[in-house]
């Protein structure tokens, strides 16, 4: 088994990567599986149903990966490591608490887009993963993005920018429930994904209060 490191996280492939027709066909097996494990739940999903959906017998399925658990890990851990991209893209910049976090929710709106179907796999099936230890490195990745935002928040408060009896670690979880539900950033309603963003930050810094006289 390779394993191989992108980001932050260290990711167990399985088998190793290939390039040309051989790649693209493994791209499509992690893209079909990824949209079975969002529809009926990573657990429920069966190496046969990833196989039949990319018309390939479940036996070829192996020349690509060595489990549905490798598969799974691709999905994840790529998802994982584009978000801690953003956040550590965001601190690096050495902006104010306000401008970081705005950086953040921006920058990680269209990562979140085109990761629905992990998002959806952390949804529904997170008491399965936390308690795997391949999957370890999704609780540690959690806890850093938390890290991140608690900090930020209380840096703001350090300096007056954010209110003094804001509870960070409550805030954190609140926004974090709004902007890591899969269905917000579906493109519906008229809204687009740049528009739900800018709306997060609406709320987040200026509330829905109209200005005094």
């Known amino acids: 088994m390779n394993t191989t490191r992108q980001g932050g996280v260290s990711r167990q492939s399985g088998v190793s990567r290939q390039g040309g027709a051989a790649g693209s066909r493994r791209a499509d097996v992690v893209r079909l599986a990824g949209e ?47 978000v801690l991209a953003d956040y550590q893209a965001a601190v690096s910049s050495a902006g104010s608490p306000p401008d970081v976090l705005a950086q953040i929710v921006r920058s990680t709106s269209d990562t979140l887009s085109r990761h629905r179907a992990a998002l ?16 370890g490195y999704l609780r540690r990745a959690l806890g850093e993005i938390e890290r991140t935002w608690v900090t930020q928040l209380e840096l703001g408060q350090k300096s007056g920018l954010f209110r003094a009896d804001l509870d960070p670690r409550l805030t954190y979880r609140l926004l974090r429930d709004v902007l890591w539900i899969p269905a917000q950033w579906r493109v519906a309603g008229g809204y687009t994904i740049d ?12 509330g829905i209060r109209a200005p005094g006289p």
């Open 36 to 82: 079975l494990f969002a529809k009926k739940g990573y657990r429920a999903t069966t190496v046969r149903e990833i196989a039949d959906a990319a018309g390939i017998l479940s036996g070829s399925l192996y020349h690509h990966f060595d489990s549905k658990e490798s598969i799974g890990d691709e999905i994840l851990s790529s998802f994982i490591n584009d």
């Open 120 to 135: 959806a796999m952390l949804q529904n099936d997170w008491s399965y993963f936390s308690t795997q230890p391949r999957f």
């Open 195 to 206: 528009q739900v963003a800018e709306a997060l930050l609406a709320l987040l810094f200026n």
